[in-house]
């Protein structure tokens, strides 16, 4: 969306320039997603998680095709709320999917390509309008045709279908399996994603045991999944998760993503859509150092440090708004959509762009990737995909609150919008160093152990495994594990 906001093509056939028309068509996605996402573990737990992302596909090739034919606000707006849909279905899916099929040591690497994944669409996706902006004259053309955002509109399906296709290609999660009692394609799965298909080895023998007698617990409960997730040692927990996804939209990036545009136009900075792609590419760069590092420096301290810095910029800009800008006299019409910007003040501006670069930095390195391993990975597997989705549901129903309330906000208080993310940044640190413990290199199963260790959050938890010293056993001759008797035979004897 942002790509295409600085265009005639749009302002002038939508009639459209910023105020609460525009967050109203941008809030249209994440209020789809925020339904999205609240349904997503009905059909997850029902036909799979595999089937699940291929329905949000499907789901997105209709929503792109009806915005990119889009004859009005109203058609817009639909379109944007069926694709919003499908996001929320796949933003909640997606990570359990990740979550249940990688081995412990690199499960926040996996479910962080995620989050680079996303951030490559976005990139990308911003390029595409960028390009598509200098159709017919390009973006200063005030007879601009349509095209220039029909055409990336209309792109955003070839991802879907690619998707829809490749999903085939991929096995349910052995997790998933297991629960429907289908044990035999879970330890074929198990086998073939950590031991080249051998269901004797020890690793695989270790994660069937440890998931048969975690699923053997929850069902002695008994409790239904929806009143399971109301117990005590549930319920913190989806606090925590609905808490992480709530911070990660108050933290202020979506100012940085989805009004960019007005906030070059107000630095009074030459190209706004040319300079403002630099922080795509920076929400790139940076997030793959997170891929590299999240299972080795952790979860928490990500969080910790993420939130003090943007804490620090978000100040840092508000304050130089506030020192060096005034209120916009509205002889420019290319800036009717601000009310403040900052005339005749050349080092300022670029400072505030060099803030704005420095909070999508310490997000993408950070808040990005991390606020969604988390969550995905600290529930128990009767609960686990409603838990998420209703993690991820607080995600979009805040999303959904400031891409409607960002643009006249920032219309009317202008630099103080900064300074309120900036208060939310240092509230999510105090939160998440009281409430957040540690859980890299911890299997799924044993989440129970780090959240019901009785010691505080900022109290390392032990290191190891459960299931490495189950794996030892096993390996030792100590435990006896076979798989199911009619599992496949394989080749291998037990190791």
């Known amino acids: 969306m942002s790509g295409v906001l600085g265009t005639y093509a749009y302002v002038n056939y939508f009639g459209v320039n910023g105020g609460i028309r525009q967050g109203s068509i941008t809030c249209a996605m994440p209020a789809g997603s925020l339904f999205g996402a609240l349904t997503s573990s009905f059909i997850a737990d029902k036909f799979s998680r595999k089937t699940a992302i291929q329905i949000a596909a499907v789901i997105w090739i209709i929503g792109s095709t009806v915005q990119a034919s889009a004859n009005g606000i109203p058609l817009l707006v639909v379109g944007r709320v069926v694709a919003g849909l499908s996001v929320g279905i796949a933003s909640t899916i997606v990570p359990v999917y990740q979550a249940e099929i990688a081995p412990k040591e690199i499960r926040g690497r996996v479910v962080a390509l995620q989050q680079w994944s996303i951030t490559w669409g976005i990139l990308i996706q911003y390029f595409i309008q960028y390009a598509s902006s200098f159709v017919d004259g390009g973006p200063s053309n005030p007879s601009q045709s349509t095209a220039a955002f029909r055409i990336p509109w209309a792109l955003q399906t070839i991802p879907a279908v690619i998707l829809f296709v490749g999903m085939y290609f991929l096995p349910y999660s052995p997790r998933w399996l297991a629960a429907q009692d289908r044990w035999e394609e879970s330890i074929k799965v198990l086998a073939d994603l950590h031991a080249s298909g051998d269901m004797y080895h020890s690793k695989v023998l270790a994660q069937y045991q440890e998931i048969e007698e975690a699923l053997c617990?929850?069902?002695e409960v008994a409790a239904s999944t929806l009143k399971a997730l109301t117990e005590p040692r549930i319920f913190k927990r989806v606090i925590l998760g609905m808490s992480i996804q709530m911070w990660?939209?108050?933290?202020?990036?979506?100012?940085?993503?989805?009004?960019?545009?007005?906030?070059?136009?107000?630095?009074g900075v030459g190209n706004p859509l040319l300079i403002a792609s630099i922080q795509y590419v920076l929400n790139v760069t940076l997030t793959f150092p997170a891929i590299l590092f999240i299972d080795k420096w952790g979860r928490r301290p990500l969080l910790l440090v993420g939130a003090f810095g943007m804490m620090v910029f978000l100040f840092t800009s508000g304050a130089l708004q506030a020192a060096y800008g005034r209120p916009n006299p509205r002889t420019d019409h290319r800036l009717d959509a601000i009310s403040w910007f900052l005339p005749g003040h050349p080092a300022v501006s670029k400072a505030?762009?060099?803030?704005?670069?420095?909070?999508?930095?310490?997000?993408?390195?950070?808040?990005?990737?991390?606020?969604?391993?988390?969550?995905?990975?600290?529930?128990?597997?009767?609960?686990r995909a409603k838990a998420v989705s209703?993690?991820?549901?607080?995600?979009?129903?805040?999303?959904?609150?400031?891409?409607?309330a960002t643009p006249p906000l920032i219309w009317k208080i202008n630099w103080k919008i900064y300074m309120i993310f900036a208060a939310f940044n240092a509230l999510a640190f105090i939160h998440m160093f009281v409430a957040m413990p540690e859980t890299k290199n911890k299997t799924l199963e044993e989440m129970d152990e780090v959240f019901e260790s009785g010691k505080p959050a900022w109290r390392s938890v032990p290191k190891g495994s459960r299931l490495d010293d189950l794996q030892q056993d096993i390996e030792d001759g100590n435990v006896k594990v076979r798989p199911p008797a009619r599992a496949t035979p394989n080749e291998h004897e037990p190791k």
């Not at 939209?249 to 007005?262: A, D, F, K, R, S």
């Not at 930095?361 to 995905?376: D, K, L, Q």
């Not at 209703?390 to 409607?404: D, G, H, I, Q, R």
């Open 217 to 219: 617990f929850e069902r």
């Open 248 to 267: 990660s939209q108050l933290c202020g990036m979506n100012v940085m993503m989805y009004y960019i545009i007005y906030v070059m136009q107000g630095a």
């Open 352 to 383: 505030i762009i060099a803030c704005s670069y420095l909070t999508v930095s310490t997000f993408a390195i950070t808040w990005g990737p991390t606020s969604w391993t988390y969550p995905s990975e600290i529930f128990p597997s009767k609960v």
């Open 390 to 404: 209703l993690a991820t549901a607080s995600n979009w129903a805040f999303n959904c609150a400031l891409a409607f």
